[in-house]
C-alpha cells in the first residue's frame, strides 16, 4: 500500500509570504504529526492530531498552525515566513493513539525561504 | 523540559567493526523508544523499538538496550557494513501520544 505522501516536495518562498503543505497518511491510518528538520535543531516536533482533532503542539510560534480532516490527511500552515524557517517539514502516521506509537513518515516538503 | 541527549555525534569504525549509540532521556514518564536510520536525502525510517517493560530488543545485528532506572538507551550494531553509514537518531515519548523527542543524531560512517 502507499505510503505517507507529502506535497509539495520542494519550494521557494520570500520572507513575508506563507506556505501550505499537505500530508496524505497510510490508508486506514488515523494519526498524523508534523516535525521540522533543520541542521542546526535536529528533528523538532510541531503538532500531533488525531480524528480531527490537535492532541499536542510543539514550542513553535503561532505562525506555525495546521488542521486534519476528516479522511486524516493533514496540512499546516506557515505564516509570515522568516529565513529561519527554511527546513525539512516531516509528516508522519501511526495507526491509531491506542499505545503503539510506531510511526512512518513521508518524504517531506523542502521549504526554501529566501 | 524533555529533553534527550545523544552521544557519539559522529562515529566512524571498520567493516566489520561493532557501533554503539548512547542516549538519554530526561522525562521519567517516557516509556516508548524508537531508533530511525536517515540515510542522505531521505526520509527517518524506524530500524528498532523498544518498551519500557523490556530490558533488550534484538533483531538480526541490532539490538537495543534500556536501562529506565539510570534513564539510558543504546543502539548496538554488529558487523557494520557500508550500507550502515547513516544518521541515527533515538527518540523517546509516552505511550499513546505521537510526540518524539529526538536526539540530535549520530553520524556513522562505516569504511570498507
Known amino acids: 500500500k502507499a505510503g505517507v505522501t507529502q506535497t509539495p516536495r520542494y519550494l521557494i518562498k520570500t520572507r513575508g509570504q506563507q506556505v501550505t503543505l499537505s500530508c496524505s497518511p497510510i490508508?486506514?491510518?488515523?494519526?498524523v504529526s508534523w516535525y521540522q528538520q533543520t541542521p542546526g535543531q535536529g528533528l523538532q516536533f510541531l503538532f500531533e492530531?488525531?480524528?480531527?482533532?490537535?492532541?499536542n503542539k510543539g514550542n513553535f510560534p503561532g505562525r506555525f498552525s495546521g488542521r486534519q480532516f476528516s479522511n486524516s490527511r493533514s496540512e499546516m500552515n506557515v505564516s509570515t515566513l522568516e529565513l529561519g524557517d527554511s527546513a525539512l517539514y516531516l509528516c508522519?502516521?501511526?495507526?491509531?493513539?491506542?499505545?503503539?506509537?510506531?510511526?512512518?513518515f513521508g518524504a517531506g516538503s523542502r521549504l526554501t525561504v529566501l | 523540559g524533555e529533553n534527550v541527549e545523544q552521544h557519539p555525534s559522529t562515529l566512524s569504525v571498520q567493516e566489520g567493526d561493532s557501533a554503539v549509540i548512547k542516549c538519554t532521556y530526561s522525562?521519567?514518564?517516557?516509556?516508548?523508544f524508537p531508533w530511525y536510520k536517515q540515510e542522505l536525502g531521505k526520509r527517518p525510517q524506524l530500524i528498532i523499538d523498544?518498551?519500557?517493560?523490556?530490558g533488550e530488543k534484538k533483531d538480526q545485528r541490532i539490538a537495543v538496550t534500556l536501562n529506565k532506572t539510570a534513564k539510558h538507551f543504546s543502539l548496538h550494531i554488529t558487523e557494520t557494513q557500508p550500507e550502515d553509514s547513516a544518521v541515527y537518531f533515538c527518540?523517546?515519548?509516552?505511550?499513546?501520544?505521537?510526540?518524539?523527542?529526538f536526539g540530535t543524531g549520530t553520524r556513522l560512517l562505516v569504511s570498507p
Open positions: 508522519a502516521s501511526s495507526l491509531d493513539n491506542s499505545g503503539a506509537n510506531v510511526l512512518t
Open positions: 490508508s486506514g491510518h488515523r494519526s
Open positions: 492530531y488525531f480524528s480531527e482533532t490537535q492532541r
Open positions: 522525562d521519567s514518564a517516557s516509556n516508548y
Open positions: 523498544i518498551r519500557s517493560n523490556v
Open positions: 527518540a523517546a515519548s509516552r505511550t499513546g501520544f505521537q510526540k518524539l523527542v
